[in-house]
């Protein structure tokens, strides 16, 4: 994100007076409060419509629901989310952060404290987002490498020639039709495992 662009932030407070005074707090260059609601109930549209780049809520009872929106938004798209609130449960506090919470502040919410929480937690999401990342790259490569392999024992099994050889005609295919070792192993083992006899 250029660092002209200010950090857009959904707030969700039961608290309409607390609500006021945070989105005070947080009238800093930099930051901009692009909606405030009162229940986590309408969070799901909100993220959607304006697509947030981190999600601040203040619940003084905050429930089931709340971490249930939250984790379907999780799963569709990520945000930083800090949640404050009294309850210091460590059940709750664990299906939170597993719900998507990036930053749990047990403790009520503080206008002069909320900038510095947010900052952590974009932090914390921007790593944690990279780790993602280089996990899924991490798994489509050893998915990528399986398909080749069985995409070389097929070759082998149908045309009776070794696994180097085989390994030689992926690689062939790959560069003739511009693609990637593992796209050609798929398509390979889509074609020849159709055509293999079956057995008895």
Not at 8 to 17: G, H, K, M, P, Y
Not at 45 to 73: F, G, K, T
Not at 103 to 120: F, N, T
Request: proline share 4%.
């Amino acid at each position: 994100m250029p660092s002209t662009a200010a950090l857009r932030v959904i707030l969700v407070d039961d608290n309409a007076e607390r609500a006021n005074a945070v989105a005070r707090g947080l009238a800093l260059p930099g930051l901009e409060i692009i909606s405030v609601i009162p229940t986590a109930s309408g969070l799901l549209y909100q993220m959607a419509q304006q697509e947030p780049d981190v999600v601040v809520i203040a619940l003084d009872s905050p429930d089931r629901d709340v971490l249930e929106s939250l984790s379907i938004a999780s799963s569709h798209n990520p945000r930083p989310v800090v949640m404050f609130s009294g309850s210091g449960d460590s059940g709750f506090i664990g299906d939170a952060i597993r719900a998507g919470v990036t930053a749990y502040q047990a403790e009520d919410i503080q206008p002069e404290r909320v900038k510095a929480v947010i900052d952590v937690a974009m932090a914390q999401f921007s790593a944690f987002n990279d780790l993602r990342q280089e996990l899924d790259r991490t798994r489509a490569q050893l998915a990528d490498r399986k398909r080749v392999e069985k995409a070389k024992g097929l070759i082998s099994a149908i045309h009776g020639v070794d696994e180097e050889e085989a390994f030689r005609t992926l690689r062939k295919l790959a560069m003739d039709q511009n693609q990637t070792l593992g796209e050609v192993a798929r398509n390979v083992i889509a074609v020849l495992e159709k055509s293999r006899p079956e057995r008895k």
